[in-house]
C-alpha cells in the first residue's frame, strides 16, 4: 500500500522546513517529532512502500519472513576472502519503517560502558546518563504477565518509559525451550539478570520485544510514530521515492550548504527542496552511499565513480562493524513444536486461524531466551590477552585519528572492564537457523546463536559505478579479515565451545538427541570448527559506524559532530546506526529510536538557539 500524502509533483513542488531522506527506524522518529511544532513542515522521502496489514511484518511469529521479500534492499557483500570467498546476503528494509519492520524484535539496550565510551571519544551527550531520557521516551514498556515473571520477566521500574511509541512487552506465548533457559544458564555459572536494562547487561535473560500485546502484534517505526502522526496537516511522507543525491550549493562564504534532495519516483526524476536543514536517516548502508553520490566523502572513492569532489572527507563508508553470528544446530526431541512446522500447509493454516481467533500459538511466539556473557567467563583472562595481542596498545603513527577509538575497544577486553561486559550474546530458540544445514524429513530441530558482541573486524562501505542503488554500494566488512579481523575468529572458536557446554549442561540437555551442525567431524578439533565458522558465519544484521561521530578529533576520524552535523556542510545531519563510532553489545533498534529522539531534541534545540 503506497502511503504517499501527495503526488510525486506536488512533494516536489512543495517547500519543506526540514526534509528527511529515510523513512526507516530514526527518520520516522525525527520527522513525528519535529512536526509536533505545527509551524514547520516535515516531509520524508522512503524508497519502499507501506506493509500494514501484511502477516510476514505484523506476526511475531512470522519475524524473518520478509527477509528477502520485496521488502528488503537485498543487498549483498562483495566476496569475503575471510570466509572463503563468499558472498554474503546483507538485508536492510526497504519499507515504510525500515528494518524495525523486518527484524527479529528484540528490545535491549547495552552496557553502559558502551554508551560511555562514546562520550569518552570527546561526543558530549552521547553517555550512557544522557541517552536514557531517550530510551524512555521512545517506549511504553509492559508490565509482564505472571507466565511471564516465572519465566525470568522483570517489569523494569525506574529503568524504561511508560508512555513512549513503540510498545515493549514479553510475548503472549513462550516456546517450550525457554522453560529450560535460565536453569540451564545458572548451571553453568551464568547469573539471571532481572534489570539488564539499567545499564548492566551480563547475564542470562528473558529479552523484552518491540509488540504491542493488545493486538500482539509487532510495534515498529510506522505503527509507532508515523500510523498515529500521518494527518498531521504539516507532515508529509512520500512512499516509493529514491533518494539519490542530497543537493549542494555553495553559500556567500563559500561554504557548502544542503538545500534539498533528488530524487527517483516511479522512473521519473524530481527535486524536493528544504529551507532549513536535510537530515539523512538511510541506515548504515545508505546514509554513506547518500553521501558520497553527492559529493562528500574520499576524493579517491568519489573520482573512481565519477562524482565530482565537494567535501573530501575519506572517514565516509568507513569504520564499518557489525555483529558475527555461528549458529550450531541439534536435533532435538521431535514431539516439540518447532517453527519449521509452519512450512507444512495444514499446520501454517491452523496455526493462523488460531492466531486470528485468540492472538496465540506460534504465530505469536518470538525468540527471547538471551545470555549476554563476558569472554573470561569461559576463556581464562592470559587466553584473551594473548589473542588479542597484536591489537594496537597505542598510536599507531604519529598522528593516528583512530587511537583512541582503538584504545577504548581493546579496554572492553581488559581487567577491570572486561568482567562487566556481555561480549558474546547468546540465543537458543527452536527451528533450524543453520544458514546451510538441510534438515531430514521427520526430524525436528534447535539452534543456538553466538554473536560477538565487539568485532575486530572493521570494514567499509563505498559506491561504486552503477544506475542501480542496490548494485552500486561495495559492502566489505572484512569479515574474518583486514588487519584485526583473525581475531574474531579465534573469539570466536571459544564462544563455540561454550555454546556446546551450554547446550550439553541439564536440563536443556534433556530435549537435545544430537549435534548436527557442525558435525562431529568438524568439531572434533579446532582447525574443523574454524573452517566450519568460516564456512557458516552470518551477519546478525547490525552494522553501525559508516558515518561515525569524530568527537575531538573531528572530521580527522569522523562524519559528523556530537550534534549529528555532517563535517563541512551547513544544514545537513545524519541521524541512523551509521554514527555510532563504536559498536555496542545489543540488538541495535532501542537504541536507533534514542538516536532519532536525541537527533531530533538537538535539532529543535538548534533552532530555537537561532530564533
Not at 505484523?58 to 520485496?70: C, F, I, Q, V, Y
Not at 571459544?494 to 536443556?508: A, G, N, V, W, Y
Amino acid at each position: 500500500m503506497d502511503h504517499s500524502q501527495l503526488t510525486a509533483d506536488a512533494f516536489a513542488k512543495k517547500t519543506f522546513d526540514f526534509l528527511v531522506a529515510g523513512g526507516g527506524t530514526a527518520g520516522l522518529v525525527v520527522a513525528a517529532r519535529l512536526s509536533e511544532r505545527l509551524g514547520l513542515t516535515v516531509g520524508v522521502l522512503e524508497a519502499g512502500l507501506s506493509a500494514a496489514g501484511d502477516g510476514a511484518v505484523e506476526s511475531p511469529g512470522l519475524a524473518g519472513r520478509a527477509l528477502g521479500s520485496a521488502l528488503d534492499w537485498q543487498f549483498a557483500t562483495v566476496p569475503q576472502p575471510g570466509l572463503r570467498g563468499r558472498e554474503m546476503p546483507w538485508a536492510r528494509g526497504r519499507v515504510l519503517g525500515g528494518s524495525s519492520a523486518l527484524n527479529y524484535m528484540t528490545w535491549n539496550r547495552a552496557a553502559r560502558q558502551d554508551y560511555d565510551d562514546w562520550r569518552e571519544l570527546g561526543n558530549d551527550g552521547w553517555g550512557w546518563d544522557d541517552l536514557l531520557p531517550f530510551f524512555k521516551k521512545s517506549e511504553t514498556c509492559h508490565a509482564p504477565s505472571e507466565v511471564a515473571k516465572r519465566l525470568g520477566a522483570s517489569s523494569h521500574e525506574g529503568a524504561v518509559g511508560r508512555d513512549g511509541p513503540v510498545q515493549a512487552a514479553y510475548p503472549n506465548v513462550f516456546s517450550p525451550s525457554h522453560e529450560f533457559w535460565h536453569s540451564t544458564l545458572n548451571a553453568v555459572g551464568v547469573e539471571s539478570n532481572r534489570t539488564h536494562l539499567a545499564g548492566n547487561n551480563t547475564g542470562v535473560w528473558t529479552s523484552l520485544v518491540s509488540y504491542n500485546p493488545g493486538s500482539a502484534t509487532r510495534s515498529y517505526a510506522a505503527t509507532a510514530y508515523y500510523q498515529p502522526n500521518a494527518s498531521r496537516p504539516n507532515l508529509f511522507v512520500l512512499t516509493g521515492a529514491e533518494a539519490r543525491e542530497i543537493l549542494l550549493q555553495k553559500g556567500n562564504d563559500g561554504a557548502w550548504e544542503a538545500k534539498g534532495v533528488r530524487f527517483v519516483h516511479n522512473g521519473v526524476e524530481y527535486s524536493a527542496f528544504a529551507s532549513r536543514e536535510v537530515i539523512v536517516a538511510a541506515g548504515s548502508v545508505q546514509s554513506p552511499q547518500l553521501l558520497e553520490l553527492s559529493g562528500v566523502g574520499s576524493s579517491a572513492v568519489l573520482s573512481a565513480a565519477g562524482i565530482p569532489v565537494k567535501v573530501d572527507n575519506p572517514n565516509v563508508g568507513e569504520n564499518l562493524q557489525d555483529h558475527l553470528n555461528t549458529t550450531i544446530v541439534f536435533e532435538v526431541d521431535p514431539s516439540l513444536p518447532t517453527p519449521d512446522d509452519l512450512s507444512i500447509e495444514a499446520a501454517f493454516k491452523a496455526a493462523s486461524e488460531q492466531y486470528a481467533r485468540d492472538k496465540t500459538g506460534p504465530f505469536a511466539i518470538v525468540p527471547c531466551s538471551m545470555a549476554y556473557v563476558p569472554i573470561t567467563h569461559f576463556t581464562p583472562q592470559e587466553t584473551v590477552d594473548a589473542i588479542i595481542s597484536s591489537f594496537p596498545t597505542g598510536p599507531e603513527s604519529a598522528d593516528d585519528p583512530y587511537a583512541e577509538r582503538n584504545a577504548l575497544l581493546r579496554r572492553k577486553f581488559s581487567p577491570g572492564r572486561v568482567e562487566e561486559l556481555g561480549h558474546i550474546e547468546y540465543v537458543f530458540d527452536l527451528g533450524n537457523w543453520g544458514p546451510d544445514f538441510v534438515p531430514e524429513a521427520g526430524k525436528k530441530y534447535a539452534s543456538m546463536l553466538a554473536m560477538i558482541q565487539y568485532p575486530f573486524s572493521n570494514g567499509s562501505i563505498h559506491i561504486r559505478k552503477s544506475d542501480s542503488l542496490t548494485s552500486g554500494v561495495a559492502i566489505d566488512p572484512e569479515y574474518y579479515a583486514g588487519r584485526y579481523g583473525h581475531l574474531d575468529l579465534e573469539l570466536a572458536l571459544h564462544c563455540h565451545r561454550f555454546s556446546e557446554k551450554i547446550c550439553q549442561t541439564q536440563p536443556l540437555a534433556s530435549i537435545i538427541r544430537a549435534q548436527v551442525s557442525p558435525t562431529p567431524e568438524e568439531s572434533k578439533d579446532d582447525d574443523g570448527v574454524r573452517e566450519w565458522m568460516r564456512r557458516i558465519m552470518v551477519t546478525d544484521w547490525h552494522p553501525v559506524g559508516t558515518c561515525a561521530m569524530g568527537g575531538k578529533q573531528g572530521a580527522k576520524a569522523g562524519v559528523v559532530d556530537e550534534r549529528l552535523r555532517v563535517y563541512g556542510v551547513r544544514g545537513l545531519r545524519v541521524a541512523d546506526a551509521s554514527i555510532m563510532p563504536l559498536q555496542i553489545s545489543a540488538h541495535l533498534q532501542a537504541t536507533v529510536y534514542a538516536i532519532g529522539e536525541k537527533a531530533a531534541h538537538m535539532i529543535l534545540e538548534d533552532l530555537d538557539r537561532t530564533a
